[in-house]
């Protein structure tokens, strides 16, 4: 696309994440038309990892959470049209109609839509003190609801749902998880680490009751009965409900555009069966050069570069997109960090685990494909270099944490075999 003239729009529907970081590198590879972001949120664009971590259990100032500056919108061109759902994109007249009955033109539109929350049909949002927690307004409803709470059952022993474990648990409140597999992030996570963050949860109290689930509710008091799959029942003030999320794809749908259930389709330039329209981050299931297949992230990382990935290459071209994904958590004291595949192979384990801080090399054969680490900022640093490099170490130095993988790596960096 030409670096664009004044009545050219490049319009961007989610004003997330990847919507955010979209916009920003549209007008960074130097479009100089209209740019329009809107989201259907009445905030100004904001982080959503401190909404189940710092914003439960602080007072903390909501402007912490935006994810710019509020002059940075007008410094930059960029108009903001918050509280507005669109409803209908019109392909041919390349024009989207709102809720609100305005509509906006483009010349190219970029879907940056999301996720939203699965539900749970026994437990749907909107019954009393029970939380769902995507939005800004999710997390501050749950954190109104915390100092009158003792008792709290989670529904899925996620990363959120942990978190929110762990938060509750910091507040002093009793806490029950409930998850439906027989180990809880067995897909995200390698056996190890798994039983790390377990162990912890289990040391802090939090009650995690695998291979159940809810099949019936009873108001009991002022809160509820719930009566599990394995014939037990347990008693709660509140009910967290955290089973993972489905992209956005509705608005996409109806236009035609290629969907599935994985999100809605794009290339490596995040481009959709359409061509003046693309979609990013989250809801995108794209194609990844480096993996050399499609894929659909759910984490931070991915949605920042993703979009702005797709606003960079729409305006400016270049190659397609070969990032790497990873994601971090924190709970209770242990910050949790991973960065390529969550597991290999072989998983290698340096430092120590019984002293809560290590390192994980996940490898494929003899590469380092991923690494995730508890407390352990440094290795990971090199670790993400080892990823990005698809290194080939010996275990032998990879486990011992004697050995300097920074300084390893640079002396080694003339063998042929690294
Ligand atoms: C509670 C929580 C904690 C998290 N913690 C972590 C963490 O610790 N580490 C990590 O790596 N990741 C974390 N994540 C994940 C990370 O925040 C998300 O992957 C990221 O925000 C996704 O960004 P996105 O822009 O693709 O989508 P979203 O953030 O979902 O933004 C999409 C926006 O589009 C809007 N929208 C949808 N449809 C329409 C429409 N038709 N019209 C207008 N607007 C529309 C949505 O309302 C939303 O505002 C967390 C997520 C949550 C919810």
């Given at each position: 696309?030409?670096?664009?003239?004044?009545?050219?729009?490049i319009?961007?529907?989610?004003?997330?994440?990847?919507?955010?970081?979209?916009?920003?590198?549209?007008?960074?590879?130097?479009f100089?038309?209209?740019?329009?972001l809107?989201?259907?949120?009445?905030?100004?664009?904001?982080?959503?990892?401190?909404?189940?971590?710092?914003v439960?259990c602080s007072?903390?100032?909501?402007s912490?959470?935006?994810?710019?500056?509020?002059a940075?919108?007008?410094?930059?061109?960029?108009?903001?049209?918050l509280?507005?759902?669109?409803?209908?994109?019109?392909?041919?007249s390349?024009?989207?109609h709102?809720?609100?009955?305005?509509?906006?033109?483009?010349?190219?539109l970029?879907?940056?839509?999301?996720?939203?929350?699965?539900?749970l049909?026994?437990?749907?949002?909107?019954?009393?003190n029970?939380?769902y927690?995507?939005?800004?307004?999710?997390?501050?409803?749950l954190?109104e609801?915390l100092?009158?709470?003792?008792?709290?059952?989670?529904?899925?022993?996620?990363?959120?749902?942990?978190?929110?474990?762990a938060?509750?648990r910091?507040?002093?409140?009793?806490?029950?998880?409930?998850?439906?597999a027989?180990t809880?992030?067995?897909?995200?996570?390698?056996?190890?680490?798994c039983?790390?963050?377990?162990?912890?949860?289990?040391?802090?109290g939090?009650?995690?009751?695998?291979?159940?689930?809810?099949?019936?509710?009873?108001?009991?008091?002022?809160?509820?009965?719930v009566?599990?799959?394995?014939?037990?029942?347990?008693?709660?003030?509140?009910?967290?409900?955290?089973?993972g999320?489905?992209?956005?794809?509705?608005?996409a749908?109806a236009?035609?555009l290629?969907v599935?259930?994985?999100?809605i389709?794009?290339?490596?330039?995040?481009?959709?069966s359409d061509?003046?329209?693309?979609?990013?981050g989250?809801v995108?299931?794209?194609?990844?050069?480096?993996?050399?297949q499609?894929?659909?992230?759910?984490?931070?990382?991915?949605a920042a570069?993703?979009?702005?990935?797709?606003?960079?290459?729409l305006?400016?071209?270049?190659?397609g997109?070969n990032?790497?994904s990873?994601?971090?958590s924190?709970?209770?004291?242990?910050?949790?960090q991973?960065?390529?595949?969550?597991?290999?192979?072989?998983?290698?384990?340096?430092?120590?685990?019984?002293?809560?801080?290590f390192?994980i090399?996940?490898?494929?054969?003899?590469?380092?494909k991923?690494?995730?680490?508890i407390?352990?900022a440094?290795?990971?640093?090199?670790g993400?270099?080892?990823?990005r490099?698809?290194?080939?170490?010996?275990?032998?130095?990879l486990?011992d944490?004697s050995?300097?993988?920074g300084?390893?790596?640079?002396?080694?960096?003339?063998s042929?075999?690294?």
């Amino acid at each position: 696309m030409s670096t664009g003239t004044e009545d050219e729009a490049i319009l961007i529907i989610g004003a997330g994440l990847a919507g955010v970081s979209a916009a920003e590198s549209v007008r960074k590879a130097g479009f100089a038309g209209r740019v329009v972001l809107a989201g259907d949120e009445p905030d100004a664009p904001y982080d959503r990892p401190p909404l189940s971590k710092s914003v439960l259990c602080s007072a903390e100032a909501l402007s912490n959470l935006e994810l710019r500056d509020p002059a940075f919108y007008a410094e930059n061109g960029i108009e903001l049209k918050l509280a507005s759902t669109a409803e209908l994109i019109e392909r041919d007249s390349r024009r989207v109609h709102f809720a609100d009955r305005t509509s906006v033109p483009y010349k190219k539109l970029v879907l940056t839509t999301g996720s939203s929350l699965r539900i749970l049909p026994i437990l749907p949002p909107g019954m009393p003190n029970v939380f769902y927690l995507r939005r800004l307004s999710d997390a501050l409803a749950l954190r109104e609801a915390l100092p009158q709470t003792c008792r709290m059952m989670i529904v899925g022993a996620g990363v959120i749902g942990l978190e929110v474990a762990a938060t509750a648990r910091t507040l002093g409140i009793a806490v029950t998880v409930l998850e439906a597999a027989a180990t809880p992030m067995a897909r995200a996570m390698c056996p190890t680490m798994c039983d790390f963050i377990l162990g912890k949860h289990a040391d802090h109290g939090v009650h995690i009751r695998t291979n159940t689930t809810v099949v019936n509710v009873d108001r009991f008091g002022a809160g509820y009965r719930v009566t599990l799959s394995d014939g037990d029942s347990v008693d709660t003030d509140v009910i967290v409900v955290g089973i993972g999320v489905v992209p956005n794809i509705g608005l996409a749908a109806a236009a035609g555009l290629t969907v599935s259930a994985n999100g809605i389709h794009v290339n490596e330039f995040g481009q959709t069966s359409d061509e003046n329209v693309y979609a990013a981050g989250e809801v995108a299931f794209h194609y990844n050069h480096r993996a050399g297949q499609m894929d659909r992230q759910e984490n931070w990382l991915h949605a920042a570069a993703h979009g702005e990935h797709v606003g960079r290459t729409l305006v400016a071209g270049g190659p397609g997109y070969n990032e790497i994904s990873g994601y971090w958590s924190d709970q209770f004291d242990f910050s949790i960090q991973s960065f390529g595949m969550p597991k290999g192979d072989r998983d290698v384990v340096r430092g120590s685990v019984t002293n809560g801080s290590f390192t994980i090399f996940h490898l494929v054969g003899d590469v380092v494909k991923g690494v995730s680490s508890i407390n352990a900022a440094r290795d990971m640093r090199t670790g993400k270099a080892l990823v990005r490099d698809s290194a080939r170490i010996p275990e032998s130095v990879l486990s011992d944490p004697s050995i300097d993988l920074g300084k390893w790596r640079q002396s080694a960096m003339t063998s042929p075999a690294v």
